[in-house]
């Protein structure tokens, strides 16, 4: 069987849990022996055998991002003739999906990492652009031959999102992890790089990963963040803005916060795995503040790194964490228009401060529920499992 995987993020390109997502399934594909999995992605050209990169189309330069992303779109889809089936990953290879499905006559299937009705927030970034990845991404899902959601939750949005979808046709398979490349690293060398990037790793610590975006919450964690106890640090892994505007938020925000206190430690670059995996080792708990996450692979990383997680009782997050035994989860209440805005984002930001500063002033009991994460990782979400329940939807659609 040769299956067609097109997406934006491919390694070394990653910046995002579809990207890692992408990546990891492909592997999984790969070594089964019986699936020709050939990846599509956006960027430059890869040395990767059956991987081909697609570069931005010259003529487009300087053109809202949404067409530039239409044009390498339209010359990946013309590469997939030939194959069984093509699938696509995110609104930016979506449409390369949706016009190879037509112009091959083969299935497409499409992964829902995220949902453009739940993210109204990119409407700063992209201006009339969102209105072009909304229409993305609804005709695509609306014509495909099946769809996979990396949750029992984003299942619930798709079919919320978009009704005229039949319900048979979105099947449930999760993130996973790879727990070989994601495991704890106590080790000296491991604390000699936490305290390279300015963090203690025998101090009591939060730690937070992830993007600069609204999606991620890091806001509502800097508010929080100030209730905390005052020997506690706050580790920030954040880079990669979405907007001018927000990074100025989150600039303001730490700016403030360190007037207030000493600790916060800002590390704005992307860093090497083995350096997030010595970070989050040495955790005491890992944060996770995000308004909207479909499933969050960044928490299974910091499990499989044995850091307790607190996060939102939002979207997929609770298929993950297990409140009590992994973890802690932060009850929200959202506003009912997509941004994932909490009702209370007063109440939101205490009821976070809270959980945090229970998790750390217990060490014992953290780490135990680290280890519990640990165990749960990787015995619920193993690439290999997951690389089969996706072969199973593609036998599915071809039958």
Request: net charge negative; charged share 25%.
């Amino acid at each position: 069987m040769r299956v067609d995987i097109l997406t934006k993020e491919y390694p070394p390109q990653i910046y995002g849990g579809a990207g890692v997502h992408v990546a990891e399934l492909t592997r999984a594909l790969r070594a089964r022996g019986d699936v020709d999995a050939r990846v599509r992605c956006f960027g430059g050209p890869r040395e990767e055998p059956g991987t081909t990169g697609y570069p931005d189309i010259a003529e487009l330069a300087g053109a809202n991002a949404a067409l530039a992303t239409l044009g390498v779109d339209l010359a990946m889809a013309d590469d997939c003739v030939g194959a069984d089936l093509v699938h696509s990953h995110t609104w930016y290879a979506n449409m390369a999906g949706h016009v190879a499905s037509l112009l091959a006559g083969v299935p497409h299937v499409i992964s829902a990492h995220s949902l453009e009705p739940l993210r109204p927030w990119k409407a700063e970034q992209l201006g009339g652009g969102y209105r072009v990845s909304s229409w993305v991404e609804r005709t695509a899902y609306e014509s495909a031959a099946g769809i996979i959601a990396v949750s029992h939750g984003m299942r619930a949005d798709i079919l919320a999102c978009y009704p005229d979808i039949d319900p048979d046709k979105v099947a449930v398979v999760h993130n996973g992890i790879d727990s070989t490349d994601w495991q704890p690293d106590h080790s000296d060398a491991g604390k000699d790089v936490c305290r390279r990037h300015g963090m203690d790793p025998d101090a009591p610590s939060v730690v937070f990963v992830g993007r600069i975006t609204r999606q991620k919450g890091l806001p509502h964690l800097l508010r929080a963040a100030a209730a905390l106890p005052p020997d506690v640090q706050l580790v920030l892994c954040a880079g990669a803005p979405d907007t001018p505007e927000i990074m100025a938020e989150v600039e303001a925000l730490i700016t403030e916060l360190r007037r207030s206190r000493e600790g916060v430690v800002w590390i704005a670059e992307h860093l090497p795995r083995e350096q997030v995996v010595a970070i989050e080792s040495n955790a005491t708990v890992f944060a996770c503040p995000s308004v909207y996450e479909p499933l969050g692979i960044v928490n299974l990383e910091a499990m499989a790194c044995e850091a307790p997680v607190v996060a939102t009782a939002t979207g997929g997050i609770p298929e993950v964490v297990v409140d009590g035994e992994t973890g802690w989860l932060v009850p929200i209440e959202q506003v009912k228009d997509g941004t994932g805005t909490p009702v209370d984002p007063a109440r939101f930001e205490a009821d976070l401060a809270a959980a945090l500063t229970d998790a750390v002033g217990d060490p014992e009991r953290a780490r135990q529920r680290g280890l519990a994460g640990r165990a749960r990782a990787v015995e619920e979400f193993s690439w290999h499992a997951i690389g089969d329940r996706t072969l199973e939807v593609y036998r599915d659609v071809l039958s």
